[in-house]
């Protein structure tokens, strides 16, 4: 099983802030098959980014991927006021399909 | 418009059983890989089994295994999840969701279904 370990835990910034998140694999996930999701409270996720790079439909590009290997990052270079939520990785490379353990970011 | 519609949530005692269904509609449903994602209060996502789009392959987390069967029926565009021998840990919100097309990656997910696991 590919563990999935997302730091940091919580990050608290101010709208206009760059800010980056991590997600580390315990194994190589091949070719590049970690998606980002979003979720704010009380609704479902919502698909961010896939193939590591790839924004899916209607995201903003303020929202980037990278990564390989076992070491992704997702960056959101101008904080808006909508992006306060909860970020998590997934990977899709090989069942089970594992999620991180998601990034909390809160307005400081 | 794509929309997933979870039903058969509740409260069960520990040790009982549901079925979980989720009505879809604005795609292809048969073309499509479907998956149930759960998430217990307060925690993160914990994806829980997914089903290919004929049927012919399932997989399932580590944790479910033995207890729950991921099924569809596409002449009904519907999914479903049998969860047997239900423990208190199993109590979530269970989220149906669409795969994009030959992946397990989820871009279209229901709005959920609490299940509750207490005596």
């Known amino acids: 099983e590919i563990v999935l370990t997302q730091s940091p835990g919580t990050l608290s910034s101010s709208p206009g802030e760059r800010v980056t998140l991590s997600c580390r694999a315990s194994?190589?996930?091949?070719?590049?098959?970690v998606a980002w999701y979003v979720q704010k409270p009380g609704q479902a996720p919502r698909l961010l980014m896939y193939?590591?790079?790839i924004r899916a439909t209607g995201i903003p590009d303020r929202f980037s991927g990278s990564g390989s290997g076992t070491d992704f990052t997702l960056t959101i270079s101008s904080l808006e006021p909508e992006d306060f939520a909860v970020y998590y990785c997934q990977q899709y490379d090989r069942p089970p399909f594992t999620f991180g353990g998601g990034t909390k970011v809160e307005i400081k | 418009e794509v929309q997933l519609l979870e039903s058969g949530g509740g409260l069960v005692q520990p040790g009982g059983s549901l079925r979980l269904s989720c009505a879809a509609s604005g795609f292809s449903f048969s073309t499509f890989s479907m998956n149930w994602v759960r998430q217990a209060p307060g925690k993160g996502l914990q994806w829980v089994s997914s089903?290919?789009?004929?049927?012919?392959?399932?997989y399932y987390a580590d944790s479910v295994t033995g207890r729950f069967t991921i099924s569809r029926d596409n002449s009904k565009n519907t999914l479903y999840i049998q969860m047997n021998s239900l423990r208190a840990d199993d109590s979530a919100v269970y989220f149906c969701?669409?795969?994009?097309?030959?992946?397990?990656?989820?871009?279209?997910w229901g709005q959920g279904a609490l299940v509750t696991v207490s005596s």
């Open positions: 194994q190589g996930v091949d070719y590049n098959y």
């Open positions: 193939g590591a790079s």
């Open positions: 969701a669409k795969s994009i097309i030959g992946s397990y990656l989820f871009d279209s």
């Open positions: 089903i290919s789009g004929t049927g012919a392959a399932t």
